[in-house]
């Protein structure tokens, strides 16, 4: 994966605030049970 660093193998981390993590997670959630969902109508477990 070259990215930003020009493809030279440095590792760069990611930065993000905790604040930042949590809203991709909750997102992240969503978009996963909004899945879910769609695919099981009625709410029924798989």
Same mark, same amino acid.
């Given at each position: 994966m070259?990215?930003?660093n020009g493809g030279r193998g440095r590792r760069v +981390?990611?930065?993000?605030t905790q604040v930042e *993590?949590?809203? *991709?997670?909750?997102?992240r959630v969503a978009e996963a049970l909004a899945t879910y969902q769609a695919a099981h109508? +009625?709410?029924?477990p798989a």
């Open positions: 070259s990215g930003q +981390g990611i930065c993000m *993590l949590t809203a *991709l997670i909750n997102h109508p +009625g709410g029924q």
